[in-house]
Structures are given as structure tokens and as C-alpha cells.
Nanobody, 130 residues
């Protein structure tokens, strides 16, 4: 059974930084695209960033581009999300997710659709507040 476990969430002041990590067990990530999503209170879950299985395609939501960086370490089966210059509107539960398809095309990352990803981690809370 594949499991994803996120860590690194917490509370930070605006302008601060956090680094989220996601570790996969039960399956290595090296043939699967990985993505981060988030869900703010009262809002739908939204795509944040994605990295294709071969690392050739990296995609960010417009709201985080230039501030967040996704990185994958296939040898360690981990994917991280470095978040800098955090804003209160970044407050959300952040989820790590794995592409359903092995060797999935880059389009799946570009589209960032929830239904293309499974399994999901349990989520980690990020709170940005002064």
C-alpha cells in the first residue's frame, strides 16, 4: 500500500519561510509525477505546484510562482516544497499527491487536476499570521 506523509507545516509570520516534505512508502516516486495542493478554510482544494516524473516539467500556480519551489529526490522518494515570502493568503492545509499514472505525460502536471492524483497524504497545516 502506498502512503504519503507530509511534514514541515507550522505557523509563521508574513514574509517568513517554511519547507514542507513528503515521504512516499510502499512505492518509489521515480516513475510518478508528484504535486502539492492546498485547501484553505471554506475553499476548494487547489493545485500549488507539480513536478513530472522525469523532472522535465515543473509547474506552479500563478499565486505562488516566484515564491515557492518544488523539488523531488527520487533516491529518497521524497518531494519538498520550499515556501518563501509567505503571505496570509497562503494559510491552508497542504497536501502531497502522486500521479495515478506511471510515466504520466507532462500534461497531467500542467493541468493539475485533483482526479489525476492518488494517493494523497493526510495534509499539513500552514498558518501565516502576524
Amino acid at each position: 500500500q502506498v502512503q504519503l506523509v507530509e511534514s514541515g507545516g507550522g505557523s509563521v509570520q508574513p514574509g517568513g519561510s517554511l519547507r514542507l516534505s513528503c515521504v512516499a512508502s510502499g512505492r518509489t516516486i521515480h516513475r510518478y509525477s508528484m504535486a502539492w495542493f492546498r485547501q484553505a478554510p471554506g475553499k476548494e482544494r487547489e493545485f500549488v505546484a507539480g513536478a513530472s516524473w522525469n523532472g522535465e516539467t515543473i509547474v506552479y500556480a500563478a499565486s505562488v510562482k516566484g515564491r515557492f519551489t518544488i523539488a523531488r529526490d527520487n533516491a529518497e522518494s521524497t518531494v519538498s516544497l520550499q515556501m518563501n515570502a509567505l503571505k496570509p493568503e497562503d494559510t491552508a492545509v497542504y497536501f502531497c499527491a502522486m500521479d495515478r499514472a506511471r510515466n504520466g505525460g507532462r500534461r497531467r502536471v500542467e493541468m493539475g487536476l485533483e482526479n489525476d492524483f492518488d494517493p494523497w497524504g493526510q495534509g499539513t497545516q500552514v498558518t501565516v499570521s502576524s
